[in-house]
């Protein structure tokens, strides 16, 4: 094995902190609105990060997706689309990238993951109660299972749950689990096995490939398709890289291509994977391409635009092929790493070790006083926008699903996630965001509890509206006046 990376920069004096190997050469420019309006616009917004307007945000931590900063090469790329309903060069040039860096013979181009999701389940989910075992859920992956009537099992090992850890690979599925399962539920009620690269919900946390060979072997013995969820891809292979010693000297090609070889199915959000738009189901078995080959102009659009722009077609080709440099992909993830590292020298719960896509403060600890039935990490991410104007997203039990009685299922994890999109945050907008999370953590008592006041029935995190439980904003924001006088 062979590779030209990585790029490993030593500092003479001073701490050791990520060195970005980029240059900014389009800015956009940023607002910090008062505390006053940023409380206003909570209430606008129903206490939901979600339905805030950009305008009221400094720091958007809310999601990388479609939000990672791209490439001048990838603009450029931009201007040689070719505009064709049938038959477009970019597609063609999008197939091509699919076959060297993904290695797949077949590409299926849909309007974003979630659409793959769709596209899949549709197919593949036959009858009432088929069950897909998996690392762990995603949101719209488990509403689109659970619409055509499927149902999941989660089959992370139990250190995965253990918030603060220093395994390697939390994501793993549990393969003697997995056994089990295939064993109890028979071979015929399970359409495939779902495994997502860094698994999200965790905490941005990768499997290893020691893990999915052996995810393969069952796979093989018992004659069932692997599905991977390759949005975070790029990212776990970077974590393969650095964790797990058989690959300390692979490169980023290989390990992709190991790990797209391992599965019969790879789909994607190229709203992460490559930084540009769309999505994409990719496999090299003629038969699978034929199952869902239909259903692409049926929901996306014609066969060789899926519902994506030929402009974002031709940055998701050069995408992928970024997706391959070490340097790249590596930047998100050492700051993500510096952040997480800062803030627990400081006494604020994260999820260790670091993960990708983005910090996970762990919420259950911070706002240990507020019980579940108040959303402790939606409490959280409400709190810290009026305390920073950093906007983050709750991943705990406002964003899981009720069950089919209707009751809440409260989740395994409250965690509020700062999301830290490729090249977009400079280092000293890293460490304005660790400074406001450590003044909140020492005032967490001011926090209180939140309740629905508008509760959709599918995905409610998105348009959810919510209210504070008492007045703790006004009481969080008189600390802060205290403590900052007329800092914004
Ligand atoms: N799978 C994973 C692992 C994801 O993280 C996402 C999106 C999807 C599928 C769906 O893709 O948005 O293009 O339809 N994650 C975003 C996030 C929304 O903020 O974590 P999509």
Redesign the pocket.
Known sequence: MSKEGPVKIKFYCGENIPLELHKVRIVQKLNLVPIERRLEALYEGGFNTFRLSTRDVFLDML???GTNAMSDMQLSAMMHADDAYAGSQSFFRLHTAVKEVLKKEYLLPVH????A?NILAKAYIKKKGDLIPMNYH?T??LAHITQYGGRIVELLYDEAYNIQSSHPFKGNLNVEKLEEVIKETGVENIPFIRM?AST?LIGGQPFSIANMRAVRAIADKYGIRIVL?A??LGENAYLVIQREPEFRDASMAEVIGIMTGLSDIVYF?A??LSSSRG?GICTSDLKIYRELESLVPLFEGFLTYGGISVREIESMAVGLYETLDETMISQSPDFIAYLVNTLMANGVPMVTPPGV?GAHVNAMQVCSHIPQTQYPAGSLAAAFFLVSGVRG?ERGSISNQRDEEGNETYADMELLRL?VPRRVFTLSQIKYVADRMIWLNENRHLIGGLRFIYEPAVLRFFMGGLEPVSDWPQKLIAKFKEDFGDSL
Do not use: C, I, V, W
Request: aromatic share 4%; charged share 30%; no cysteine.
């Open positions: 999601t990388d997706s974003q993951g979630r659409a999701e995603f719209t992956a997502e999200n969820d949005s975070l959000s709203r992460k999505g896509l997203m999301a």
